[in-house]
């Protein structure tokens, strides 16, 4: 029997672990982000630093662990574990069979390219195995991503919140400049109909100051009515005038697909997962940093050593 080099092991065991850790931070991660309208906070950035971790790890690993068995046992834990933090489905199965396809690939494309290299250059062995590793793991978070979405979520994802407040914040001043009324993300319906209502009393030459509370709270009561039975929707008038906004469209847009929007979650997840695909092209170079980092401080700790290897090239001649 083989004898298994406890460094190996070692390293197999990291991949694996810290595999689990970074995508438990993404189910978490992902969630919060669907949750809070699909906002980007800090909560991403501790998961992120870990799957840069995890990439570098992995090309590491790739290179160094000679024990085929250990490598691909440590490979598949890596990539299978992450889906016990998700319900499975066949979608979620079909995930990952694919994961598990990539991740092979990847050990595959990085062992061969040390196999062909006389010297040692860490970027260019592991250039081809860390893309698709971060492949993987775009697929890993989208089936997150995708486990927390329903038909309306979806239909958010595409007018998110933050992006509507940066559309208002944006047109405020041409609008105050159109109607007067000065508009606020913020602002709730009532505030918004006060000011339109203290408009029309200063076009008929009124003084706002000498109105009644009672007066005016009639009179705001009256617009909302009015607006809330245009747009058939309910209105208390403590909404925020943003989420007014944000609902409204989505149910207009919601009437408009009709049955197709029951593909909405696959379409958003879809594009979810093209966009952390082109968030992971900058995280590569960083990976690469890291691996390279962790490689001079496992030769510093003494844990890789140097030595001249005889190495046979088969090469076709006349």
Not at 7 to 14: G, I, N, R, S, Y
């Amino acid at each position: 029997m083989k004898t298994i080099n406890p460094k190996e092991l070692t390293l197999a065991a990291v991949l694996a672990v810290l595999s689990i850790v970074t995508f438990w931070y993404w189910s978490f991660a992902i969630a919060d982000f669907v949750e809070k309208d699909f906002k980007v906070t800090s909560a991403q950035v501790t998961p992120l630093f870990f799957l840069v971790l995890t990439a570098a790890i992995f090309g590491l690993s790739a290179i160094f662990i000679k024990n085929s068995r250990l490598l691909y046992t440590g490979a598949t834990v890596a990539t299978l574990a992450p889906f016990f933090f998700v319900r499975a489905t066949g979608g979620v199965l079909a995930v990952l069979v694919l994961a598990l396809f990539l991740m092979v690939i990847a050990i595959r494309r990085t062992q061969k390219e040390f196999a062909l290299s006389l010297g040692f250059s860490l970027s260019k062995i592991i250039r081809s195995g860390i893309p698709i590793y971060f492949t993987l793991a775009s697929l890993i978070v989208s089936t997150y991503y995708f486990s927390n979405l329903n038909e309306e979520r979806a239909l958010a994802s595409f007018l998110p919140k933050p992006a509507l407040e940066f559309t208002v914040k944006l047109l405020a001043g041409s609008l105050k400049s159109i109607t007067g009324i000065p508009l606020r993300a913020e602002a709730t319906v009532d505030e918004v109909l006060t000011e339109l209502v203290k408009k029309g009393l200063e076009e008929q030459g009124l003084s706002f100051s000498r109105i009644t509370p009672e007066v005016l709270r009639q009179a705001v009561t009256k617009e909302r009515e009015t607006f809330a039975a245009q747009y058939k929707i309910k209105l208390q008038g403590d909404e925020k005038i943003i989420d007014v906004l944000q609902s409204t469209a989505r149910e207009r847009i919601q009437g408009l697909l009709g049955p197709a929007s029951y593909y909405l979650p696959a379409l958003s997840t879809l594009t979810f997962f093209f966009a952390f695909k082109a968030l992971t092209l900058p995280l590569y170079f960083i990976a690469l940093l890291a691996a390279w980092i962790l490689l001079k401080l496992m030769i510093i700790g003494k844990i890789l050593k140097s030595e001249k290897q005889e190495v046979a090239i088969e090469r076709l001649t006349l």
